[in-house]
């Protein structure tokens, strides 16, 4: 069999943004007719404070504007969709009329053209592919190693000790993604393979940014800094490849499956770009292995936080997680005994949604929420907002996990909370992402209390990610 070719490193400045996004022509549309918007008083005004605090921005349009607000931008007009309705004709019934945003169209800079970026059919076989390891039943298989994982880790806790719960997070999804879907051990590498996802993820604001591009061409520190991060992630996938290749056993794991598509494909056009073929395997892998990991360390961290701050909801769990655990490590099996659980991660990710919104760019003219949204133009759905829409969730800056039992959730409209997107786009990992989500929260929470060590405000970083900026301290105190 033929070795998996070492990392050549392209350029990630090569992945050309989708067709569409160069060919901008605007259709005629009277200034009448466009829904309203804020007025910009110089070119850039707008980029400026959408850079500047973008979940600012976002709720000042929805409360000065409404449901759809609309504004020019440098080269494109952007339509921010508020209504529940619009979610879901912009996700579900009319996807067909849009492609990603062009964020993530930059953002193939650090993603390459894995399954969160790609298009048409090349996405349409990559999902195919990768669905069956995301199936319920296979990830209930998982369940024994996610919650292993997190007692193994919180062993390691000291009485009284002051971590930054998020990198503790990331160091435990970090390990639970490598073992389940690329049966790898990351133990000797966590901190270093974080350090990495970090400044990769941290790169994306300039993904949102106009002057991004521009930006990735100057010799800065910050793009050396990337290249290497990226150089050091692409290596360690490739060390996956050839540990699994070496063990020559199919495991039945994500990375088998990829790996024994790759080959095939490799049989079938044994003339064709083995480079190509292998860097788009590397970036496959790399997509999921990022996003396998960095949303759910996020929302678990948040929780914590949220519960420190309402010991009258951490009560309640408590009392859940003693009934249903005892003293024992949560199973699989545990994970529908515990519906408080569920309800309070479901609203910690209506108040910190680790995915703060959703663009898309329309690639035909299209009819939404009463509008006529014109080809090219961009669309913004952002769950950071419609998440904190007063008609939909009273007193939405309080953390209530009561407003998720069934009778409540059925008063609202469906797409009124929609942390994992939907529709053909809809985040394949989000099964495994409850199922961890739980089983790490009931490992730790009987045996470890989680306090703050300060009153300072949580300060958000929304990258393609919401994260906290400066990570959040908290003291460990055992049970
Ligand atoms: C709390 C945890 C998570 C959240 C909030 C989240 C959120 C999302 C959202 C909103 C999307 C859709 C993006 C769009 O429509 O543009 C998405 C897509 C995706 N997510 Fe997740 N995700 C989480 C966990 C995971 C996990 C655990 C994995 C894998 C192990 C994963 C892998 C992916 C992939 C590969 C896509 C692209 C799917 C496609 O386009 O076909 N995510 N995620």
Redesign the pocket.
């Known amino acids: 069999m033929r070795q998996f070719a070492r990392y050549p490193f392209r350029n990630p400045l090569e992945y050309n943004l989708h067709p569409m996004t160069s060919t901008t022509q605007l259709p005629a549309i009277k200034p009448s007719d466009h829904p309203p918007g804020p007025r910009q008083y110089f070119p850039g005004q707008i980029a400026l404070s959408f850079g500047r605090d973008v979940l600012g921005f976002l709720m000042r349009m929805f409360r000065e504007h409404g449901d759809v607000v609309y504004f020019r931008g440098v080269r494109q007009q952007f339509f921010i969709l508020n209504h529940p309705d619009a979610v879901r004709d912009v996700l579900v019934t009319r996807d067909d009329c849009f492609i990603?945003g062009p964020a993530?169209q930059r953002a193939k800079r650090t993603l390459g053209d894995g399954?969160?970026t790609s298009e048409g059919d090349l996405?349409r076989r990559q999902?195919r592919l990768a669905q069956p390891s995301f199936h319920p039943q296979r990830v209930a298989r998982y369940g024994s190693v996610m919650a292993g994982i997190a007692r193994d880790a919180t062993d390691q806790w000291r009485e009284g000790q002051q971590v930054n719960i998020h990198e503790e997070m990331m160091a435990i999804t970090l390990r639970i993604?490598a073992k389940t879907?690329f049966d790898a051990d990351v133990e000797a590498d966590v901190e270093t393979i974080g350090g990495s996802v970090d400044t990769s993820v941290k790169m994306f604001t300039r993904a949102m940014s106009p002057w991004g591009p521009l930006l990735n061409w100057l010799p800065l520190p910050s793009n050396r800094r990337f290249l290497r991060a990226q150089t050091h992630l692409f290596t360690t996938i490739d060390r996956f490849v050839v540990e699994h290749r070496a063990a020559g056993v199919d495991k039945g794991d994500l990375l088998s499956t990829l790996l024994k598509a790759h080959d095939a494909e490799q049989l079938a056009d044994p003339m064709g770009d083995a480079a190509d073929r292998d860097m788009r395997l590397r970036q496959e892998l790399y997509?999921?292995f990022t996003?396998?990991h960095e949303?759910?360390a996020n929302?678990l961290a948040f929780t914590l936080y949220l519960l420190a701050k309402n010991p009258q909801v951490e009560q309640q769990l408590l009392e859940e997680l003693r009934q249903v655990l005892g003293s024992n490590l949560p199973t699989v099996e545990d994970v529908e005994r515990l519906p408080y659980a569920r309800m309070v991660l479901a609203e910690s990710?209506r108040l910190y949604?680790?995915?703060w919104a959703?663009g898309r760019q329309a690639i035909r003219d299209v009819e939404i929420a009463g509008r006529v949204l014109p080809r090219d133009a961009v669309i913004l759905t952002s769950q950071w907002v419609i998440h904190r829409d007063p008609r939909w969730y009273p007193d939405p800056e309080k953390f209530d996990p009561q407003r998720w039992t069934p009778e409540a959730r059925s008063q609202r409209p469906r797409w009124s909370y929609f942390?994992?997107?939907g529709g053909s786009?809809?985040?394949?990992?989000?099964s495994?992402?409850w199922m961890?989500?739980i089983l790490v929260l009931a490992a730790i929470l009987p045996k470890w209390k989680i306090e703050l060590t300060d009153a300072k405000p949580l300060i958000l970083r929304p990258t393609i990610t919401l994260r906290p900026k400066e990570g959040i301290p908290m003291r460990l105190r055992k049970r």
Not at 425 to 430: D, L
């Open positions: 990603k993530l399954l969160l996405h999902r993604v879907l997509t999921i996003a396998g949303t759910t929302a990710m949604p680790p995915a959703i942390p994992f997107g786009r809809q985040c394949i990992g989000e495994f992402a961890e989500a």
